[in-house]
């Protein structure tokens, strides 16, 4: 079985607008997926279905064995902890530094305190950030935000990551930098990765999974990467 699994999802919001219409798809463990299409197409429908911060009104939505949208409110901590979320706007604590901001992740899902120190520390090595422990996040780029809030998202090493539009605040080096550490992280960890983009230079260079939604429909499911070029 995939890790992931979509089965004929449909979701309806309250006030009438269909996002997602039966939409199915299947992602595997150690994938990485890229999510595109235009605006309004159901892109952070899909990511918000996947974290429960919404319930499909049609079909279901499996990962790692979880029924994701019939999961009690009280349990969703358990899925919580299978995923890590990285947004646009990175979310990072200002009054925190590098090293309390991915501490603080791990504070909150009540962590051993002997365990934090060595997973903060190297969590932030695999972002290349163990220089900039005690760094407050307005003194560090925009790229370096990023890389403080990815290292947050994996410190308690998280099956799937999911990124939302991880690039969108950056210029394209940087973006491409970003990209780039998602992929170690996905080769090094065998962590799923999962990454909404508008990104089309990054999208092709890449060459993974490519999932590409329009209007609420799953229009391509490209396994192999192939260019993209009409949809974005
Ligand atoms: P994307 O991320 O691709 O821009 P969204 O998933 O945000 O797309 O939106 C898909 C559609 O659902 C849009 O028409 C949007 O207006 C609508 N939508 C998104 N969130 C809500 C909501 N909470 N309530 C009502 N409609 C929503």
């Known amino acids: 079985m995939s890790l992931i699994e979509f089965k004929n999802v449909t979701k309806q919001y309250k006030n009438g607008v269909t996002a997602l219409y039966e939409l199915s798809l299947s992602i595997e463990k150690g994938d990485f997926v890229f999510i595109i299409g235009g605006s309004g197409c159901g892109k952070s429908t899909l990511i918000k279905l996947l974290y429960r911060e919404e319930k499909p009104s049609k079909g279901s939505i499996i990962l790692g064995g979880i029924n994701v949208g019939k999961l009690r409110n009280r349990s969703v901590y358990k899925l919580r902890r299978k995923l890590g979320i990285v947004f646009q706007d990175y979310r990072l604590l200002p009054k925190l530094t590098v090293y309390e901001n991915v501490a603080f992740a791990l504070e909150a899902i009540g962590e051993k305190k002997k365990n934090i120190r060595p997973k903060v520390l190297k969590s932030l090595e695999l972002v290349g950030l163990k220089g900039k422990v005690r760094e407050y996040p307005d003194n560090l780029s925009?790229?370096?935000?990023?890389?403080?809030?990815?290292a947050r998202a994996i410190v308690n090493e998280p099956k799937v990551l999911i990124c939302d539009e991880p690039t969108g605040n950056l210029d394209p080096?940087?973006?491409m930098e970003i990209v780039e550490l998602l992929s170690s992280i996905n080769q090094k960890e065998g962590t799923t990765v999962l990454m909404v983009t508008h990104d089309k230079e990054i999208v092709n260079k890449m060459k993974k999974h490519v999932i590409a939604l329009k209007d609420g429909h799953?229009?391509?499911d490209y396994k192999k990467g192939e260019y993209v070029n009409e949809i974005l």
């Open 173 to 175: 080096l940087m973006s």
């Open 218 to 220: 799953l229009f391509k």
């Open 142 to 150: 925009g790229g370096e935000q990023q890389r403080v809030a990815i």
